[in-house]
Each structure stands twice: as structure tokens, then as C-alpha cells.
């Protein structure tokens, strides 16, 4: 029997780290050993998986001597730990945008393009999460006859802006109720001057704008659309809008595509 994987979870204190945690118990993903890795401001923090309790470490390139999988949530230091994770033979597989759009590195999602996993070099990547959403309804609907335009939009929770988008909820939500003045520091991205509330509101706009008046968010799902169907000529536009609830994002999507189909082959696929 070969070993279990040693496993690493780098942002194990992140939104996305904490649905790996909960995933990794409810699947009884196995491992021989797991490490639990963040910044240096979660260093020395204590989290239990599987009943067991561990101490969160710094992640540094050596955290991943000896490491098999590496689940990255860690935002921007994809780019610095990414490929020294992939160095040391730990195949790494990055939930940021970091190496989405990199050639040389495949953009997967199981469910929709897992032939593009053999010609990965180390790192692989998982796609923007509305992407995911939208791609795991269509692509049944592609092998029936090719997809030609989208016209997608999107009601996106603010788990999407990690665990601070979560609290700039919660925080708006109790300050409104009270009557106090709300201080948005987080919506529609941090790194812009101006914020937004988000409780008891809808913000049309996710992150920054990019291109054409399109956000970064909205171009994801054009771009990543693109390379995991294999195919620069689909149309698509997208519309990204937050909306205040914690968890869980909506779609609505049209769709047209090459050959007619009835509404039940649709449905059945
Ligand atoms: N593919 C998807 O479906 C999807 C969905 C949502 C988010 N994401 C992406 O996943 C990543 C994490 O998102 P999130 O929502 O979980 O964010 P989050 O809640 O803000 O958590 C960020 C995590 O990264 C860690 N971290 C930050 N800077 C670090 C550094 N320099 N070195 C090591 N660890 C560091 C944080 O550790 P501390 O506790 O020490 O600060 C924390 O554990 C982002 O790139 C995000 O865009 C992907």
C-alpha cells in the first residue's frame, strides 16, 4: 500500500484554510501527517482537526521539505511559496489568482477539465470561485453541443472577501441595528480608497475595475472561462454583485450554444 500523503494547508486560519479543515474531516481525506501553516501573526495558535490539536507555524519555503500536497489559501505569498513548495516535490495546488492565467500552469476544476492535471510542473490551480460555480453547470451542457455566449451575473456572499469581509458584515450589521454610524474599511476591495457599507445593501462591484469598465472579478470569469473550456471564441459578459449574507453565492445564466437543444437534454445533463 503506498503512504498517505503528508499534507500542508497554507492560510489554515483564512476563510478558505477553515472550509479545508472542515472538508478534509467530513471526506476523511487521509494523510499521515498535516501541517497547519499561516503568517507569522497566527503563529502559535492552536487549531484541532480530527480531534487532534496543532500549533499553527509560520510558513517559510522550508515548511515544505517532505510535503506531498500543499492546499494554498494564503492570498499573494502563492507567488513567493508556490514555486518553493514545488521545488522541494510538494504538489501544490493555489486557490489564489496568482497562476491562473500563467501558461504554465493548468487551471483545473476536477469536475470540468481534469485531463489538464497531467501536464502540470508542480503547481496547479483552482479557479475563481463563481467561475467554479458557473463551470460545474455548464460544461454538461458543452459536451452536448458547444457553448457560443454567456450572459452571467452574480450575487456573491462576503466570504469571498476571506475573513475580514466576513466581520465587515457581522460589525456593520450590529452597528446599524444600534443606530451607530457603520465604518467600512473592506468593500468592494481593501486596497481602494473608498469603501462601502455592505450590510442591508448590494454593491455592484467586486474588487477593482479593470477593463472596459469590467472588473477584476467579472474579467476572472471571462479569462478563466476561456482556458479551461479550451476556447478564446465563447462571448462572455459577466455582472459581480456582493450582497450581504455570510456564506454561499448565486448565479442566474444565459447561455446559447451552437445546436439547438431541448430544455430536457438540458436539464438531464
Ligand atoms: N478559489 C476559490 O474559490 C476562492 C474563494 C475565496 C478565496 N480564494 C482565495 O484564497 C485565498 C485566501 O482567501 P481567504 O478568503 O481565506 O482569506 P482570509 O480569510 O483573509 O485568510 C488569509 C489566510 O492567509 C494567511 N496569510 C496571509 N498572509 C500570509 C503570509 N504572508 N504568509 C502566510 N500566510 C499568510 C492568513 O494567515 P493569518 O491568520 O496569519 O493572517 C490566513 O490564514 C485568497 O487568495 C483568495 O482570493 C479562493
Same mark, same amino acid.
Given at each position: 500500500m503506498t503512504k498517505e500523503p503528508v499534507v500542508a494547508i497554507l492560510?489554515?486560519?483564512g476563510a478558505v484554510g477553515q472550509e479545508f479543515i472542515r472538508l478534509i474531516e467530513e471526506r476523511k481525506f487521509p494523510y499521515?501527517?498535516?501541517?497547519?501553516?499561516?503568517?507569522?501573526?497566527?503563529?502559535?495558535?492552536? +487549531?484541532?482537526? #480530527?480531534?487532534?490539536?496543532?500549533?499553527?507555524?509560520?510558513?517559510?519555503?522550508? &515548511?515544505?521539505?517532505g510535503v506531498d500536497i500543499g492546499l494554498f489559501a494564503g492570498g499573494s505569498i502563492s507567488k513567493e511559496l508556490g514555486p518553493e513548495?514545488?521545488?522541494?516535490?510538494?504538489?501544490?495546488?493555489? #486557490? &489564489?489568482?496568482?497562476?491562473?492565467?500563467?501558461? #504554465?500552469?493548468?487551471l483545473v476544476i476536477p469536475e470540468v477539465n481534469p485531463e489538464d492535471i497531467a501536464w502540470h510542473k508542480g503547481i496547479i490551480a483552482n479557479p475563481n470561485c463563481s467561475t467554479i460555480i458557473m463551470l460545474?453547470?455548464?460544461?454538461?451542457?458543452?459536451?452536448?453541443?458547444?457553448?457560443?455566449?454567456?450572459?452571467?451575473?452574480?450575487?456573491?456572499?462576503? &466570504?469571498?472577501?476571506?475573513?475580514?469581509?466576513?466581520?465587515?458584515?457581522?460589525d456593520e450589521t450590529e452597528a446599524y441595528l444600534k443606530g451607530e454610524e457603520m465604518q467600512p474599511k473592506i468593500l468592494p476591495s481593501k486596497s481602494l480608497p473608498k469603501h462601502y457599507p455592505i450590510a442591508f445593501n448590494l454593491i455592484p462591484q467586486i474588487d477593482k475595475f479593470v477593463e472596459k469598465d469590467y472588473t477584476k472579478e467579472e474579467m476572472k470569469m471571462v479569462n478563466e472561462t476561456h482556458k479551461m473550456l479550451h476556447d478564446d471564441s465563447i462571448a462572455i459578459t459577466a455582472t459581480t454583485v456582493r450582497v450581504p449574507v455570510f456564506r454561499s453565492h448565486a448565479?442566474?445564466?444565459?447561455?446559447?450554444?451552437?445546436?439547438? +437543444?431541448?430544455?430536457?437534454?438540458?436539464?438531464?445533463?
Open positions: 492560510g489554515a486560519t499521515s501527517k498535516l501541517k497547519l501553516l499561516a503568517s507569522y501573526r497566527s503563529a502559535g495558535k492552536k +487549531l484541532t482537526v #480530527n480531534g487532534q490539536e496543532y500549533t499553527v507555524e509560520e510558513a517559510k519555503p522550508e &515548511s515544505f521539505d513548495a514545488a521545488k522541494r516535490g510538494c504538489i501544490v495546488i493555489d #486557490n &489564489s489568482s496568482t497562476f491562473r492565467m500563467d501558461p #504554465n500552469v493548468p460545474m453547470a455548464l460544461k454538461p451542457i458543452h459536451d452536448l453541443s458547444p457553448i457560443k455566449r454567456i450572459i452571467v451575473s452574480t450575487y456573491q456572499a462576503v &466570504s469571498g472577501a476571506g475573513k475580514e469581509g466576513i466581520d465587515e458584515l457581522r448565479e442566474s445564466v444565459y447561455v446559447e450554444t451552437a445546436d439547438e +437543444l431541448s430544455v430536457d437534454a438540458v436539464r438531464k445533463a
